[in-house]
Structure formats: C-alpha cells, structure tokens
C-alpha cells in the first residue's frame, strides 16, 4: 500500500491538487487498491484526527489574529517598531523585521503575518526608494518567524503528535530561535541595504512621541505575555488560552483603539472560519495519510534502518535537517509535521536528543519551507497582496535562505537555544 500512496500523492501533487485533498485521496488509493481494509477506516481515521480537545485552540488562535490584524492594530505595531529603528540606513527593513516579530506574537501564523502588516510594510518601503521586490522578499524571510514565535498553531499540532513535549513547553522553546531568526534577517538588510545604498528619509521622533506610540502599542503587546504567562501559571490551560485571547482580541480592537465595527467582527469570523476548515481539513487528511504510512510498518522500518547506521545525535539531526529541507519544499508544515512526527520523534528521543530541541528543529525547518519554491506558500502569498510575480520575488530570497540555513545550523549545534527557556519556567519533562 505504501508504494500505491506515495505515487498517488505524487501524481496528484503535480498535477495540482491541493494538499488537503491529494493526502485524503492518496490514502483512499492506498487503501481501496491495497484490499486489505475498507475504505470506511479512511473516513474514521480523517475523524479520529479531529477528536481532540486540544485542537479547538486552532479557530480561536486564528480568529484572534484575525481580530487583531484588522483595524488599528498592525498600524500601531508598525509605528511602534519604526519609532526605533525608522531613521537607521535600511531602517525600514529593520522595520520591517520587527514589525513581523511582534505580529508573530498575536497571530501565530506566517501566512497572516505576510498578508497582513508584511504588506503594508512592502508599500512602505517603496516609497522610501526599496526595490519592491527586495521588500517583498524580506517580508517573506521575516514571516517565517510567525509560527516559531508563540503562539503557534504548529506548536500546538506538534504537541499533540508527541507526548514528550507539551505546548506551553514549545511555546517557550520557541521564543529564543524566533529571535534568531529575526536577527539573521536583519543582518541580512544590513548587508544588501549598504550595499545598495537603501538610506532613510524619517528622522527619529521625539522622546515624549516614542513614549505615546509605545503606550499606544502596549495593549497589543500584552497578548504573549498573556498567554505564555497564563498557561506557566496554571491560569489556564492552552485551549483556554485561545478562547481568553480571542476576548482579549475584540476589547482591545473595539475598545482601546476604537474603529472596529460589527462589520469588521463579522468579517474576521468569515476569514478565520475559512481559514480554520482549510487547516482542520489538512489535519484530517494528513491523519488517513500518516495511518496508512504506520499501519505498513514505514515508521518502525525508518527507525530499525536509522539504529542501524549507529548514527550519533549531531549526525542524525544533520540528516533530518536534510530531510525535513527537502520535505518543505513540496509540503506545508502542518501535514509535515502530523506525517513526520510520529516517525522521526521515537528515533531522536532514543539518541537522548531532548525533546523540545528536537521539536524546534522540525518546526524551524518545515518553516523553512514555505519559503522555498516551488510550493512555498509565503511566496505566493506575498506576491498575490503585492501584485508582483512570484520569479521576481524568488530572485532576492537566496541571501535570506542562506541565512536561515546558518540558523539551522546554529539551532542544531547549540540545543541550549531551544531547552533552556522551558527548563527556566519548568516546562520541560
């Protein structure tokens, strides 16, 4: 049955079906074909992948995003951040890079990062003379960290494949690389801003205005402290943690800084609504998939092979990277992570790789992919919002993936980055 799977969700993939339905269809195949089971258990295993109290994080992370992402919010964010680095050469790319980094703290999502304040950011930095290309390829490599940066939908998925980790544990695990990230992509517009002469034009704002536009963000910025504290002080669980910050989300928007209508509640319910079945649909599907996948015995065959190489810890998380690298470039990291986890995790736990490093580096680089054509969904993305064709974009991303590669490297070489933030606040088994 695997090899049925795999060609079917091969062919499928190329010829265009989107992922959900090319993983459903693909273990429909696999099974149907195979004889040994009826197709029913498909259709069981696609629920079995959606009965799980945990995940009802998933639609209210979305909708408070897209609560948050809608009004007045990302404005206040991106003049916060410009406040500080705006009058710097390059400084709007540093803006840039800030501004993504303290929206992954609300949103949890890269693709909403880009669509929403990335956008902005792009025609921002038109304006001040950037090639428009160069801006959407940073806002592309900034996003990246929404994911990473709690809260994360990815972190919750992940948590739920593997019962060593939890996901207050991985949202603290991920603040550090997050950062890292953050900080190699500004590195980045550091380089090519010198070196293409990208001056700023906006001087630095007076100290009594920098102090009103940091009053000003405060109320958005309390949302991670919110959580992240919350869930570590046993206030309450990561479901209801989703739930406290969509509330959290509609009195800041409606009542703090005003101009949120019905109107615009009514939209970002229509948005995370849609958004939530596409993700909800992944996730069953890729269940049916990963089902098949166990079921033949592929994860135990990888495990037995992997032992068999005498691999050490370093070795086996350089291949994985090489892996989960390839993996992303034709997957989105949901279903990477819901097919991946259950095979690669017993193996890393078995070489006595800690749990919470092991999980980064899966999240870090199934991220990854969706900046590496050719499916990388943030490139499309950002070239939908930004009406500029996909090759442009393409074209100014390798500085910034080989930045993200020295990343990897790094996260990989130096677990500390990843364990010591979840041993700090006790999180960590």
Same mark, same amino acid.
């Given at each position: ?283 069953? *599907?890729? #269940?049916?998939?990963?089902?098949? =996948? %166990?079921? !033949?015995?592929? +994860?135990?065959? &990888? $495990? ?80 939908? *919002?930004? #009406?500029?064709?996909?090759?442009? =974009? %393409?074209? !100014?991303?390798? +500085?910034?993936? &080989? $930045? ?26």
């Amino acid at each position: 049955m695997v090899e049925i799977l795999v060609a079917a969700f091969l062919i499928l993939m190329l010829i265009g079906v989107p992922v959900a339905f090319a993983l459903a269809l693909a273990a429909f195949a696999a099974v149907g074909l195979g004889g040994q089971y009826p197709l029913v258990v498909v259709v069981k295993e696609m629920f079995t992948g959606l009965d799980s109290f945990p995940l009802l994080a998933v639609p209210f992370f979305i909708l408070a995003a897209e609560i948050m992402s809608t009004g007045a919010i990302s404005t206040m964010l991106l003049r916060f951040a410009s406040q500080f680095v705006g009058h710097l050469r390059g400084g709007l790319g540093y803006a840039n890079v800030m501004t993504s980094t303290l929206f992954a703290g609300i949103s949890g999502s890269a693709l909403a990062d880009a669509a929403g304040p990335g956008a902005m950011m792009v025609r921002m930095m038109e304006k001040g003379g950037y090639s428009r290309a160069y801006a959407g390829a940073l806002t592309i490599a900034t996003s990246v960290v929404g994911p990473i940066i709690p809260p994360s939908i990815t972190m919750i998925i992940y948590a739920l494949q593997d019962r060593n980790v939890s996901v207050g544990s991985l949202f603290m695990a991920g603040i550090l690389p997050g950062l890292l990230i953050s900080g190699a992509m500004a590195s980045v517009n550091w380089w090519i801003s010198r070196k293409r002469g990208y001056r700023s034009a906006e001087p630095r704002p007076p100290l009594r205005q920098m102090i009103r536009n940091s009053l000003a963000a405060l109320p958005a910025l309390l949302l991670v402290v919110l959580i992240v504290g919350g869930i570590r002080g046993g206030i309450f669980t990561p479901t209801e943690a989703s739930v406290i910050a969509v509330g959290y989300a509609i009195v800041v928007s409606a009542v703090i800084y005003r101009g949120f209508t019905p109107a615009d509640l009514w939209g970002a319910f229509w948005r995370a609504g849609i958004m939530s079945v596409a993700v909800l649909m992944i996730l069953a *599907a890729a #269940r049916a998939f990963a089902w098949v =996948l %166990i079921i !033949e015995g592929v +994860p135990q065959a &990888l $495990a037995d092979a992997v032992i068999a190489m005498n691999l050490s810890p370093v070795a086996f998380l350089l291949m994985v990277n090489l892996l989960l690298l390839a993996f992303g470039m034709f997957m989105d990291p949901l279903p990477g992570v819901m097919i991946l986890v259950p095979i690669l995790a017993p193996i890393a736990h078995s070489l006595g790789i800690a749990a919470d490093h092991f999980a980064i580096i899966v999240i870090v680089n199934l991220t990854f992919g969706l900046i590496t054509p050719p499916v990388g969904g943030l490139i499309f993305v950002v070239a939908s *919002a930004t #009406r500029q064709r996909p090759s442009a =974009l %393409i074209r !100014e991303l390798p +500085p910034f993936f &080989l $930045a993200a590669l020295a990343v990897l490297l790094v996260l990989t070489f130096v677990p500390g980055l990843s364990t010591w933030l979840p041993t700090l606040g006790g999180f960590s088994r």
